[in-house]
């Protein structure tokens, strides 16, 4: 970013403020209202994604055994026939009689009936079920034989449903979407650093190092994709670091070529002749006047990229290959939805709207940008 | 030109030798081995395997050794499937994932660029923004998406079409696979179309015909043909990943195609279908490439043969 707020203000320029490609850019895209829109969506999701998984009730790892698959409800759970099979269970499982069953509001109060004293350590019954609050003894008779128990419910709320883990789809779906945008973002910058520097330096020297260069990006480039990805998780493990830096050391093959075949043309101009003739070295050269004019092209594809890596990474981790349990990513929760597609399609549905709605707005961006940078397709 | 295609077949064959160096050593290095259970075999049956599969050889005979069977057309016994052998693998799948992945491109060669010219010509029309809506939609969709829904709705909602399977080649078993794998083509290939017409609309020779009013048939036989150059170069490569077999079309439906071997392979180190794999994806991407060449240079005159 230093070299494009280096563009911006030139250095120690006069009173009146000249207008560069960026800032003509930016004027450009602030008047494409598509784009404007996709911006603020994603800068929307972005702060779901990090400020939300505060603000969500449930962790994203927390299973709830008792809400398997439960569907999307503006209501708290649980709900009201709920309640009754939870109690029968808790009762069996305690080996006692309920004589008495009554359901005030968010208060359970039951009568217990045994030929022997209850253990009131059985109670905890009610702890471990994700309906009840701990229970508590409000009056004990006949030596302990008849219990009267009070147990609040406990209402929770999944805006989305659960999964088929009984985990809070909503909570999932914020730290999945953020990871995937996190990957996308790093992967594209792994592959800019790479293909940026491998591009310039190629078309920049050219001669035998170029050929050489490219050659080298041609036969990556005929190696299977997948052939890759698997090597890599061979070598290092499932590792959600490495799911990046892979899909970034792919994808930096068509970068690389872009920015060769700008730096071929930029070489030749007058003010890199200028600075050759003053003898500023090569490094120099290619960090001052190279790279920082060919971004533009470079931007609009690192943009476009962004939701490329987001969908290779769903890809991968659709089959198995990508983000491992309890972390997600996007393509993790749609693979699980498409598995359950029957009977609870809501799993399916939500995940690949946001993911949907994400890639959407990404190419948005990406096309504004690329309009607002080409002066050509004005 | 047939020297030409003599002349780029040749010149593939250091960077096929180079793919193929560089896969085979990578893949022995990965740790694990292809009799990797999780209970360990005995050390007996072990030291039998590998003599049988030649894997106690030291690695640059094996190497030599693979490289001398390849020249014979011969890629190995899997170690994997082990009454097979990779050719034999890939004889009985790649035809199967050939004929879909043929088929899909086709349909989405065809449809996708007449919708592209439909939007270009009627730019900024209603027309157009469905067309490009639609094609924005179906190259976010993911195929492990559009999949069980179109299982959902055809399969068993309506009960057209059967789920999956493949049935021996019957067209019905095939339309679901084809139709997925064709979406996102048919969307990319309209956004690539729309965009290289309207730069071919404006140009000099097609203003010309327009403003001589010659119907649109004529308009659009001369601007679709220089439309087209865009769109061959995205084929080629696209071409060699749908002809070998998309790995989640083949799972989703249960096509005994060619695309899970990519994963399987892999992942059971089973060393020669990998290679296997690796040498078919590059044979075929150089392939396609050269029969790109071989159209732009039909499709422009101006383009000669180096």
Redesign the interface.
Known sequence: MTAIDGAQSPPSSPAPQGRSLWSDARARLMQNRAAVASLIFLAFLALAFTLGRAITPHAYDQVFPDYVKVQPSLKPYPLADQIGPALDRIVARMRVQAVDRKIEGDVVRMTFESPRPIDERLLAYFERSDLFHPARVVERQEEGRRLVVEAPIERRLFLFGTDSNGRDLLSRILLAGGISLLIGILASLVALIIGVAWGAIAGYFGGRVDMVMM?IV??L????F??FV??LV??FGRNFVLMFIAVGAIEWLDMARIVRGQTLSIKRQEYVQAAEALGVDSSGILRRHIIPNTLGPVVVFLTLLV?KVI?LE??LS??G?GVQEPMSSL?VL??DG?KN??GA?YM?IAP?TI??AM??AL??VGDGLRDALDPKDR | MALYIVKRLLSALP?LF??IT??FF??RV???GPFDLERPLEAKVMENLKRVYQLDRPLWEQYLIYLKSLLHGDLGPSFYWRDFSVNELFARALPISMRIGATALGVALVVGSLLGALAALRQNSAADYAVMTGA??G????T??V???L??VFG?ALAWLPLGGWNDGAWRNSILPIATLALPQIAIIARLTRASMIEVLRSHHIRTLRSQGLPLRYVLKHSLRAAALPVVSYLGPAAAALM?GS??VET?FAIPGIGRY??DA??NRDYTL?MG??IL??VL??LFNLVVDLVYAWLDPRVRYE
């Open positions: 050659r041609d036969i480039y005929s190696l299977p997948i052939f698997i090597l061979v070598f939701p969908l769903s890809f659709f089959l290959l393509g749609i693979s498409a597609i029957q399609s399916l690949a993911f949907i890639l959407f190419n948005f | 960077t180079i793919i560089l896969s990578l893949m990965a740790p694990g924005t939609l190259i976010t969709i993911p492990f998406v999949a069980p829904v299982q959902l068993l070998t790995i989640v989703i990519f994963v892999a992942l990998v794999t690796v994806v590059a991407v150089v």
